[in-house]
Every structure is written in C-alpha cells, then in structure tokens.
C-alpha cells in the first residue's frame, strides 16, 4: 500500500516523459476517429435527406398520373360508343325525312359526348389531310394519289385520341405515296 502512495503521490512532472506522448497521440488518434465518424454520420444524414426527398417526389409525380390518367379504362370503352354514333350519322341519309329527327338526335348525342371528352381532356385526332405522324397514325394502307402529297393521309378509317397529352388510340389511316411512273413515261 505504501507503494501506491507513493505512485499517487508523485508530481505530474515526475511522470515519465513517453506516458505523456502516447496518451496525447492516443487523444489525438481518438479526436480523428470521431472526426471521421461524424464525417460519415453527416454524409448518411444528407443520403437519407436526398432519398427522402426522391420518395417524395416520385410519390407526388404517381399521384399526379392517376389523377390524370384514370379515365383511361374508361374513355377507351366509351371510343366504340362514339365511332358507332359517327358511323350511324355517316350512313343516314340526310335527305331522308323519315329518319331526319333521329339523325338529328344522334348528332345532338354526339356533339354532348365530344363536348364531355373535351371536358375530361379527351382529345380526337382527325388527321384527314395532315403529313403522315407515326406517333399518332396507323397506318393501315398505302395508296398512290396524283393529289396529294407523298406521306400525307388520305383516308380515316378510325380517329385516335389523346388524353391529356398522352396517346389512347392511334388514327388508323391510309398514307399516300407517289404514283408508280407508268410505262409510257419511262421510254
């Protein structure tokens, strides 16, 4: 016990000199431990923060598109009742008077349904006329016409719809190409 003493005893500059350098290199290898540890803790906070803020955004974009687009089903199903109304209109008669007054409801039904597809942003694409678009036509035909220019459509056999923007259906059309040169032109 007298020997503790006096270990305990003794001043702190009798302590020897090699104690005083490993404990100051080990505070300083420690200090530089957590240094790098709050370094890597700091970086895993900003990951989180971004991925976070990622999942947020995507969700907000998912959210946004069904929103937009969940008619889809819905406005597809409802195309064939419209390209029905326009090919019962496109087959009467007008000048028949005996059918006049239900030509004339058909036309009224049809003008409330294209103005319904409007208000939910349903587009009809009638590209009678119009260069050829493979993004919006299908091409169903080609057909050589002196009138018309080369890529242009020349019939519509069904019209396409957009829906906010985004294709539903594609216009199913006949493309016009240059005429074949006959052979009396080509002696």
């Known amino acids: 016990m007298a020997d503790e ?3 305990d005893n003794r ?3 009798e302590t020897p000199a090699a104690e005083g350098t490993s404990a100051g290199e080990d505070l300083a290898a420690r200090v530089q431990a957590l ?3 709050l370094a890597a803790a700091q970086d895993q906070a900003l990951r989180a923060a ?5 999942v947020r955004r995507r969700a907000e974009q998912d959210v946004e598109k069904a929103h937009k687009f969940a008619l889809e089903r819905f406005a597809q ?3 064939g009742v419209v390209d ?3 090919r019962g209109i496109e087959l009467s008669d007008p000048a028949d008077e005996s059918i006049r007054p239900m030509r004339e409801g058909m036309e009224l039904t049809l003008k409330m349904f294209h103005d319904v597809l409007r208000r ?3 587009e009809q694409l009638d590209p009678h006329g119009e260069p050829f678009n493979p993004e919006h036509h299908q091409a169903m035909a080609m057909e050589e016409s002196d009138s018309a220019e080369p890529g242009s459509v020349l019939k519509v056999f069904q019209k396409g719809y957009l829906l906010s923007g985004r ?3 594609p216009a199913m059309v006949v493309v016009s190409k240059a005429p074949t040169p006959s052979s009396d032109e080509q002696a």
């Not at 971004?50 to 990622?54: G, M, P, R, T």
């Open 77 to 79: 199903d409802l195309l």
């Open 11 to 13: 001043a702190p500059e």
């Open 120 to 122: 939910y942003q349903l």
């Open 5 to 7: 003493q006096n270990l």
């Open 167 to 169: 294709l539903l259906r």
């Open 35 to 37: 240094e790098e540890q």
């Open 50 to 54: 971004a991925e976070l803020q990622n």
């Open 84 to 86: 029905s109304l326009e």
